[in-house]
């Protein structure tokens, strides 16, 4: 059964030999493992050592089959081409491509490069920590705080919790204190 097996899979593996000497190492080699089994038959070695080492032969086909296809003039060309620097440089476009594509074309880095409200440059973030990150001085933050009973017109404000790590907002009118 084992020898039927090998047989069928060298004919596969020959397909990938040179059409040359295809039908010669297809003969060969299969000439070679049933002589081998019959020679380990012959000597009335177990069948469990016979099957491993007509494998081992049989593995030593497909090896021998793939160097001589790696020995043909396409796949030293094809060799040659996938050493040189262009091909790496155009495999990283490629996969860059498909990244792009596949994120429809990088939507969240666009929407954070470019914010959605058409006036951004007057935005202001306020800090209650005592850092500011806004043209806005400490003093002027405290007089509105105290002095005004609301926002000034077009004004937002929202809270950040920090152990749930939401923004809490739109907030009602007298929140911003």
């Known amino acids: 059964m084992i020898l039927v097996v090998c047989r069928i899979a060298i004919l596969a593996a020959s397909g990938?030999?040179?059409?040359?000497?295809?039908?010669?190492?297809?003969?060969?080699?299969?000439?070679?493992?049933?002589?081998?089994?019959?020679?380990l038959r012959s000597r009335g070695v177990k069948n469990r050592y016979v099957l491993a080492r007509i494998w081992h032969h049989f593995m030593g086909a497909m090896l021998d089959a793939w160097d001589l296809l790696s020995d043909t003039p396409r796949i030293r060309h094809l060799r040659s081409a996938v050493r040189k620097p262009g091909f790496c440089l155009g495999l990283i476009a490629l996969l860059l491509a498909a990244i792009v594509v596949s994120s429809r074309g990088l939507a969240i880095t666009r929407a954070m490069l470019a914010p959605r409200y058409?006036?951004?440059?007057?935005?202001?973030?306020?800090?209650?920590?005592?850092?500011?990150?806004?043209p806005i001085s400490a003093s002027q933050l405290a007089y509105w705080?105290?002095?005004?009973?609301?926002?000034?017109?077009?004004?937002?404000?929202?809270?950040?919790?920090?152990?749930?790590?939401?923004?809490s907002g739109p907030p009602s009118p007298g929140r911003c204190r």
């Open 16 to 39: 990938v030999v040179p059409r040359a000497a295809r039908a010669d190492w297809r003969r060969a080699w299969v000439a070679e493992i049933r002589h081998y089994a019959t020679l």
């Open 145 to 167: 705080k105290t002095e005004s009973p609301r926002p000034p017109p077009r004004v937002s404000c929202a809270s950040w919790r920090t152990a749930t790590g939401t923004i």
């Open 118 to 134: 058409p006036d951004a440059a007057r935005l202001v973030l306020i800090s209650e920590g005592g850092a500011l990150l806004s």
